[in-house]
């Protein structure tokens, strides 16, 4: 099959997901051809059957804003009809579905039927989508979709909730590379940051407000009371890091913290890590939690959107309300102090990223929903 994927390069979860299931398709020897402004964060090089084609958006003095959309209206259209694709395959409502339904529409006009699949990850749904300026844009770009899918049963409901939508949600979740995401001996990288053989919290996130960062420096401070041998690392970038890091200088625990920027092969710094944090206002799943699950590190994660189906309480990590410092502090502190504890969760949590989460597992389902979509695009047709 020939699959064209559409996302944003970034360093965000979708991104990264789109990303990943393009390149395990393409070793399950489908043809995979992403359409983005730039190359995606996790896609390295192209090569065999991976194809790149980069959306270059032209700038004129009439518009104050260059219109993207229209332009990968145009590289969606371009390369249907020359690369011969099955499927097009897009990763946020708006814009990329909007688009991938106007490209739809002009080769249907030309005689090529190219069904499209949209999976919500989330902001598009639970905070853009909801602006009324938009909201009207993203339930037509849902409904005129010929197969929707979301990566958990809140944001499926959510979609409902709050949209007129006519359409039929799938819910596949995301998914990770367990032979990828392991815990691997790097105890020489944890000797360079832990010279004194601390514990590690780490947080990884893209910064945002709704990640909540300063809270993790609070919840920080707060186990520091009772932990003096213990570092955090704060993996990622974005708008909120320089809050962050004023935070941290006012309690007083900047000399104890690692701000790494954007990283990858993040599995490395997993693989030191003893708690992973995360205390999201919202979280649609918490790809990034899974990644930390896989290398055996338990989580202490916000009882939130997705993250209940991914956080099994007082199995794999612990749930906490929205915004309880205190109560994120404790659970941190027991994960620390109780080896008995902290070593049943670490095989919980990588035991469920492998039964459920596998990429092995997830991946064929979008198989199995682009054959389903294509045979009922094709019998409407008809």
Same mark, same amino acid.
């Given at each position: 099959m020939k699959i064209g994927i559409t996302c944003y390069p970034t360093y965000g979860g979708s991104g990264v997901v789109a990303t990943e299931l393009g390149k395990n398709l393409a070793q399950r020897d489908h043809e995979i051809h992403f359409i983005s402004s730039s190359l995606p964060f996790?896609?390295?090089?192209?090569a065999g059957n991976i194809f790149f084609h980069e959306v270059n958006v032209q700038s004129y003095p009439l518009f104050d804003y260059p219109p993207y959309t229209l332009s990968l209206t145009s590289k969606m259209v371009d390369i249907a009809k020359h690369a011969g694709l099955d499927v097009l395959h897009v990763h946020y409502a708006i814009p990329h579905a909007t688009s991938a339904v106007m490209a739809r529409q002009i080769l249907a006009g030309e005689g090529y039927a190219l069904p499209v699949v949209t999976t919500l990850h989330g902001t598009d749904i639970t905070l853009i989508g909801q602006d009324p300026s938009f909201a009207p844009v993203v339930t037509w770009s849902?409904?005129?979709?010929?197969?929707?899918?979301?990566?958990s049963n809140y944001l499926r409901q959510e979609t409902f909730d709050h949209f007129n939508v006519n359409n039929g949600i799938e819910v596949i979740p995301n998914f990770i590379d367990t032979e990828r995401f392991y815990r691997q001996d790097k105890e020489?990288?944890?000797?360079a940051l832990c010279p004194n053989g601390e514990k590690v919290i780490v947080h990884v996130s893209n910064f945002r407000p709704v990640k909540n960062t300063k809270q993790v420096v609070e919840i920080f401070h707060g186990v520091r009371e009772t932990h003096s041998d213990v570092k955090l690392l704060l993996v990622g970038d974005g708008p909120e890091r320089v809050p962050t890091e004023r935070k941290a200088r006012e309690l007083g625990v900047y000399d104890d913290i690692r701000f790494l920027g954007k990283q990858d092969p993040i599995e490395e710094i997993l693989s030191i890590a003893d708690v992973f944090l995360m205390p999201s206002e919202s979280e649609t799943f918490g790809l990034a939690a899974l990644e930390a699950m896989a290398c055996n590190v338990p989580t202490v994660v916000s009882d939130v959107g997705g993250l209940p189906e991914l956080v099994e309480e007082s199995e794999t990590g612990f749930l906490? @309300?929205?915004g309880d410092v205190e109560a994120f502090t404790e659970r941190v502190r027991a994960l620390l102090g109780e080896e008995d504890l902290h070593t049943r969760m670490s095989q919980a949590a990588r035991d469920r990223a492998v039964d459920t989460f596998d990429i092995d597992r997830v991946? @064929?389902?979008y198989e199995r929903y682009y054959e389903e979509v294509q045979e009922n695009a094709s019998a409407q047709s008809s």
């Open positions: 996790r896609l390295s090089h192209v849902i409904n005129e979709s010929d197969g929707v899918t979301a990566v020489h990288f944890k000797q906490c @309300p929205v991946v @064929p389902m």
